[in-house]
């Protein structure tokens, strides 16, 4: 069973995603924190984010390894680049405010496909991002393409990095600005997959979010068991 959830930064994918797989015992891969390594390494080397053969360069030799936390810190995910440990350092407004550019490079989507459809292989698999339903994983058994306003992303944004209302303004602008940029790319950009199911978190709880995805794997889960019934 792979449930893709696709939808625009700060919509609640990720506690979404975790939440649910570890609850199910599904395996959970945010697919967002390799476009933030490549991003955070791009700065690193001091390459160009319109640089084309300088993404191609960086994404074709990076080493990115992805796995439980071993830091209690709010983390999902240990994020090591290198061999060092960038978890947190993915999550600083200097990625935030490049991502979606390197994010928009050719080289970079099609070196990281790969090592995002092999997460998948034979487990029950709970994918976030922008193209998992379109482009990643088009087969995914449930597509949930997850929303809310920008106003109220911003806000949770903003409490889950401890930040002050000051900032709301600025945090909504930003946000806005990597989902028109996310939106508008050439390649694998974010759109809602036909197939997918608009699932709407503005005013309503993790709880609330986590229980209906949770209602719909339940009657694909049911659905795909009563089709096994009746081939037998
Ligand atoms: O957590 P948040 O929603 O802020 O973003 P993220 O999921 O960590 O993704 C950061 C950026 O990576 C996005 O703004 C996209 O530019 C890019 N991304 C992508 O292009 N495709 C994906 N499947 C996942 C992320």
Redesign the pocket.
Known sequence: MVLAI??????G??TVAERLASELGYFYF???????AV?LRSIQVGADVHDEVALGEIVRDISIQVGPPTIEDGRQLDVLLEGEDVSRE?RTPAV?AI??K???SPAV?AGLIDL?RQQIQGRGTIM?????GTV?CPDADLKVFLTASSGERALR?LRQVGGSEAELAATRAA?EE??R??SS?AI?P?VRADDAVDVDSDGRSIDEVVATVRSLLRERLDARAAGARSDA
Do not use: E, M
């Open positions: 696709d939808g625009p930064a700060g919509a994918k990720s945010d697919t967002g924190v390799l476009y933030r991003a993915i935030d991502v979606s390197v994010a928009a989507r995002q976030a991002g922008r193209d998992i990643v944004r946000l990597r989902d940029q996310d790319r694998s974010l």
